[in-house]
């Protein structure tokens, strides 16, 4: 027993030390640039022309070069975006388009750090708690607060039930210019892979959320959309409407050839840890993938 004690307290000193050695400034600059340094050199050897342009702004990764390089080739200069999982406001996919000029609605159940005025035309945030039941009824609700009757841009991050969502919108009719979605990279194609709905859905921190890739790009080729790009940390898939798919010719066409693998934890381990409900997933089904 004592020595058990003696180990785990041991343990604590260490992990306090790691920690903040980790907190301090110049380290985390260190690190920065050893990730940017790596990031860039995955990108630049990529086939895919939009990978290459990568930028991070305000975006948690590259999304932000990779949403202006699209931008620019469907000849869109400014239009509405909607965000679903727009975490505490400081830090998303749509902060820089905010910034070029364009209005848009904000979705999630986390507090904001920006005051948005509740007379803005400009954003609108539904702070709401996303099910499968008024997904599309926040998206509605907030464009119509803005006085927007057509979306341009979607892009969706919540941690789990995201293809429910997605297929709830597309379904609705709506018909973004371009879709942004988190997709699981754990499974690489042609693996089919989606979490069970559940509106209570937490994540775990494990690698049982979202949807594979190979399921995302089947959903969104039903209502006539292309993949064009996966980000370079494998974390968003990148689609446009079928009206602009030949703008972008020189993208390879493959999503094996677009799809990147999980590298948002590199320094410690490859992607996020085995949750015994993804293998489960697998067990569940027969030879030829049906339930």
């Known amino acids: 027993m004592v020595m058990e004690r003696l180990r785990r307290y041991a343990g604590n000193l260490v992990d306090s030390a790691v920690r903040r050695g980790f907190e301090n400034p110049t380290l985390k600059r260190f690190l920065d640039m050893s990730t940017e340094r790596h990031w860039r050199a995955k990108a630049q050897i990529s086939p895919n022309p939009l990978l290459r342009q990568g ?3 305000y975006s948690q990764n590259d999304e932000d070069g990779i949403v202006s390089a699209i931008l620019k080739r469907i000849n869109i200069d400014r239009g509405v975006f909607v965000e ?3 975490g505490d406001g400081l ?4 902060i820089q388009l905010l910034m070029r000029g364009w209005s848009g609605v904000w979705i999630g159940g986390a507090d904001l750090n920006v005051r948005i005025p509740t007379s803005s035309r400009t954003l609108q945030f539904e702070h709401e708690w996303v ?3 008024n997904c599309v009824e926040l998206m509605k609700r907030g464009i119509g607060k803005i006085g927007a009757t057509k979306i341009n841009l979607v892009s969706m991050d919540l941690d789990g039930n995201d293809f429910f969502f997605a297929k709830a919108i597309l379904e609705q009719g709506f018909d973004p210019d371009v879709f942004i979605v988190e997709y ?3 499974f690489p194609p042609p693996i089919r892979f989606t979490i069970d709905y559940d509106p209570a859905y937490n994540w775990s921190g494990g690698d049982y959320f979202g949807a594979s890739l190979q399921s995302f790009v089947d959903l969104f080729e039903s209502f006539g959309f292309r993949l064009i790009c996966c ?3 494998g974390a968003n ?3 446009v409407a079928g009206r602009h798919a030949d703008l972008f010719a020189d993208v390879p066409k493959e999503t094996e050839t677009l799809f ?3 590298d948002y934890n590199w320094f410690v381990r490859r992607g996020h840890s085995p949750d015994p409900r993804s293998i489960e997933y697998f067990l569940g089904r027969n030879r030829d993938g049906r339930q």
């Open 237 to 239: 898939a990148f689609f």
């Open 84 to 86: 679903y999982g727009c």
């Open 231 to 233: 980000n370079v940390t």
């Open 131 to 133: 099910t499968l039941y």
């Open 91 to 94: 830090e998303n996919n749509t």
């Open 260 to 262: 990147m693998p999980p």
């Open 55 to 57: 930028e991070k702004f």
């Open 184 to 186: 699981n990279g754990k």
